[in-house]
């Protein structure tokens, strides 16, 4: 009988017992935490990947930078200076000119094929002076333009060596590419003053046998005139 009343009493007591909430469990997931860890890993990697193509593209743009920059040097002012020297000294040139209208006429007029027979001595002797006067100038010339070339030449062995320096230093292709045109420039310079004195030192030599030639038919000229019809001397009766 105390035996069931002790049993109802604690049925009562435990019924009359508030009732308290069972705490949440936290459960580690092994598979969701690798995917979360493998996906971390990706981001990662990406975004190195976006740092190292960021930086190539920064390294293309110097360079790109670098054969873009210009050459401080230029050589052109002086390459054209030394030709304007050259192309004066050429444009000096008196009597028989580097002009064709100018030559024709000069040509004409002091070196005739033939003297007609009522040439005069002073007309002779004008001629031959003003002949004289052509190759003294040609000579003349021809020395001015050697000397200017010689001097020129001076100038461009230095103006080469600090071309080659450029060239040699240049950091990018478009430097580069401006030292090589300036070097074929003042290589072409200096074939241009050659032909200038080349056409000097022929204009002086063709001269000179034109004085000759003229001289020929000069003398032909004062012989006639020496000899005259046969009839300058007359025998008294």
């Known amino acids: 009988m105390k035996r069931h009343l002790g049993v109802a009493c604690l049925a009562v007591?435990?019924?009359?017992?508030?009732i308290q909430p069972v705490q949440a469990l936290?459960?580690?997931?092994?598979?969701n935490?690798?995917?979360n860890v493998l996906q971390a890993a990706r981001a990662l990697q990406q975004i190195n990947n976006q740092i190292r193509s960021l930086q190539n593209q920064v390294l293309m743009l110097q360079n790109m930078a670098k054969?873009?920059?210009?050459?401080?040097y230029s050589s052109l002012g002086a390459i054209q200076a030394a030709l304007g020297r050259i192309n004066l000294l050429m444009a000096q040139a008196e009597g028989i000119a580097f002009r064709v209208d100018r030559t024709e006429q000069e040509f004409a007029r002091l070196y005739p094929k033939e003297y007609a027979a009522t040439v005069t001595t002073d007309e002779l002797a004008r001629d031959a002076r003003g002949r004289w006067e052509h190759s003294m100038d040609a000579l003349r010339q021809t020395m001015l333009v050697q000397a200017e070339v010689v001097q020129n030449v001076e100038a461009d062995s230095g103006e080469l060596?600090?071309?080659?320096?450029?060239?040699?230093?240049?950091?990018?292709s478009l430097q580069a590419q401006q030292a090589t045109n300036q070097?074929?420039?003042l290589s072409t310079k200096q074939q241009l003053q050659t032909q200038e004195l080349v056409a000097a030192q022929y204009r002086a030599e063709a001269l000179e046998?034109?004085?000759a030639a003229a001289a020929q038919e000069q003398a032909r000229a004062q012989f006639d005139r020496f000899l005259g019809d046969g009839k300058a001397y007359t025998p008294l009766d």
């Open 161 to 172: 060596a600090r071309l080659l320096a450029e060239s040699q230093a240049a950091i990018g």
């Open 67 to 72: 054969h873009l920059e210009r050459l401080d």
């Open 33 to 35: 935490y690798s995917q």
């Open 209 to 211: 046998r034109a004085r």
């Open 26 to 31: 936290t459960v580690f997931d092994p598979s």
């Open 183 to 185: 070097l074929m420039a």
């Open 13 to 18: 007591c435990l019924a009359l017992a508030p």
